[in-house]
């Protein structure tokens, strides 16, 4: 696959943790993407984010094929390596007036693994701006090391378990304003995080999480979607992935890896029986 991020482009995302904004689907591509998800939220009666989460391409073939769009996994193979696997894939929905936030937060800090070398690609669906609350980077934070996270329940906060970075310069802050169509790039260690929707159009996005395919997890679920390249060396196993959106085949995928994901604990006991 032909390379996506220019010398420079590169370089900014080792510096500084991330680039943005990059070109990727048009603005009408973006509205019929928004417009699958208008349908299963008119379908179903409830936010897109409320049950499809943490690895969301099992739910929809569209949304699996948006993240092996060439510019998306182009992107990710110039950043992380050749042979891309998904771990994580989310919709960000935020509507206009709301109080729902990202707390500031390391990617890495959600599963360890033996080298910390992952990176996000985060597209817009919707326009994505401070007011609407756009994602804001603190730059050059992927070259500390992990942060001290603290577990703040909160039901107006979109991280999973609400794992926050609790000292953050706020006053560097980048705001990653994007066009409806666009995406950026972050490495997994760097901070990010937005604020509340206080403009007046919804903010919809979608991150897909990533690693090398030659990482290992070290603990917490060892499975993914291959978005570029091999599995190779062997280190994960593949998950069943939808033939069409809503397909009962990738939803069951779906739920065994939220049930493993939000239940450690769980999983871990379960492993500690069959041993």
């Known amino acids: 696959m032909p390379r996506v991020l220019t010398d420079q482009q590169l370089s900014e995302f080792r510096r500084d943790g991330f680039v943005a904004p990059l070109d990727c689907i048009s603005s009408k591509e973006a509205a019929d993407c928004m417009k699958k998800i208008e349908d299963y939220e008119t379908m179903t009666g409830e936010d897109v984010s409320k049950n499809i989460r943490a690895r969301a391409v099992l739910a929809f073939k569209w949304l699996l094929d948006l993240a092996r769009h060439p510019q998306i996994a182009g992107a990710l193979q110039d950043a992380i390596g050749p042979n891309v696997i998904l771990m994580f894939c989310a919709v960000w929905s ?7 936030f990202v707390s500031w ?16 690609a985060w597209i817009a669906l919707t326009d994505s701006t401070p007011d609407t609350g756009c994602v804001k980077m603190i730059p050059g934070t992927h070259k500390s090391g992990f942060l001290h996270h603290d577990e703040r329940y909160d ?3 979109l991280v999973s378990r609400g794992q926050t970075v609790a000292d953050v310069d706020e006053t560097k802050a980048i705001d990653l304003a994007m066009r409806a169509g666009q995406f950026s790039i972050h ?7 937005s604020g509340e929707n206080c403009g007046n159009d919804r903010r919809v996005g979608v991150s897909f999480s990533c690693v ?3 990482t290992k997890a070290l603990s917490g679920p060892q ?4 978005i570029a390249g091999e599995n190779k ?6 998950n069943k992935e939808p033939a069409f959106d809503l397909d009962p085949v990738g939803l069951a995928e779906l739920e065994a890896f939220k049930d493993a994901y939000y239940n450690p604990d769980k999983m871990k006991l379960a492993t ?4």
């Open 272 to 275: 500690e029986t069959n041993v």
């Open 187 to 193: 490495h997994e260690m760097v901070v990010h995080g």
């Open 212 to 214: 090398a395919t030659e």
């Open 105 to 120: 937060h390391q990617d890495g800090a959600y599963n360890p693994f033996d080298k910390n070398n992952g990176a996000t």
């Open 223 to 226: 499975t993914g979607v291959l």
């Open 155 to 157: 039901a107006d906060n």
């Open 233 to 238: 060396p062997g280190h994960w196993a593949l």
């Open 94 to 100: 935020k509507h206009p007036g709301g109080s729902k």
